[in-house]
């Protein structure tokens, strides 16, 4: 078989390795920025902890980080204490760093069970990551997996939230089926559906913020709560024929 494999939160714990960094990171720039009064400023800097969890909470149980953004910083009601002009420019500040490129020294985690997956399946199948990001830094991601990087037959990094051309070239380029052919990630709309629509199977990740979707709502063929799962849904897919 032919494995597609997404990056963030499907084989790096990106979002448990990067929200806590972006969250003080902008926390730290809205006690720091001198636009907000000065009650409200002690008083947020006396609590700042307390804010970080709250919004670091938020984070983790938002579809994204700009959502959560958003409610937090209405949440303060920081129009309140500066200009509407000072408040948009605090929030746009936030998002920016929110998704800036994380520092070199930052370690990044595999899920767990990444490893002994990859292992498993590079011998008698075709691996491929796809996966949407800034190239330096999905390499800095991947240079954190434990396994050999040489493990995948090919390695792909895009702007593009939509992978439905990226999958197209795999399945030619590699020659095979679309139903030879499985699709690992934790984002139904962005990894799942563009494999869906061209017949491929697809499992869906729940790690990150692939957890917080009900099962019912993700019309995958599969489901996993760990990344073993996969191994016995390749195997139960032997009867597929490798290449078409």
């Keep these: 078989m032919l494995v597609i494999f997404d990056l963030d939160d499907t084989l790096i714990d990106t979002s448990s390795t990067l929200i806590p960094h972006k969250i003080k990171a902008c926390l730290d720039e809205i006690n720091d920025s001198g636009l907000i009064h000065n009650d409200f400023q002690n008083e947020f800097s006396k609590n700042i902890n307390v804010h970080n969890q709250e919004l670091l909470d938020l984070c983790m149980n938002s579809s994204d980080g ?20 000072g408040a948009n420019y605090l929030l746009d500040k936030c998002k920016k760093i929110y998704y800036s490129s994380p520092p070199k020294n930052i ?27 800034n190239s330096e830094t999905q390499l800095q991601k991947i240079s954190h997996l434990k396994s050999n990087p040489g493990c995948f037959k090919k390695i792909i990094i895009t702007n593009e939230y939509d992978k439905t ?29 563009p494999a869906k ?16 979707i009900p099962k019912e709502f993700i019309n995958s063929d599969y489901s996993v709560e760990k990344l073993s799962e996969i191994k016995d849904i390749v195997n139960n897919s032997q009867n597929l024929s490798k290449k078409g």
């Design 197 to 212: 629509n061209l017949g491929m199977k697809t499992v869906h990740a729940r790690f990150g913020r692939g957890k917080l």
């Design 165 to 193: 051309d990226h999958y197209k070239k795999i399945m030619k380029e590699f020659n095979y089926k679309p139903g030879n052919i499985l699709v690992c990630g934790d984002k139904f709309n962005t990894d799942l559906l």
């Design 66 to 85: 700009s959502t959560a953004l958003n409610y937090y910083l209405a949440k303060l009601n920081l129009k309140n204490h500066l200009s509407n002009k």
């Design 107 to 133: 370690k990044f985690k595999e899920i767990e069970g990444a490893k002994s997956l990859i292992e498993s399946l590079k011998d008698n199948h075709d691996l491929v990551i796809v996966t949407k990001g």
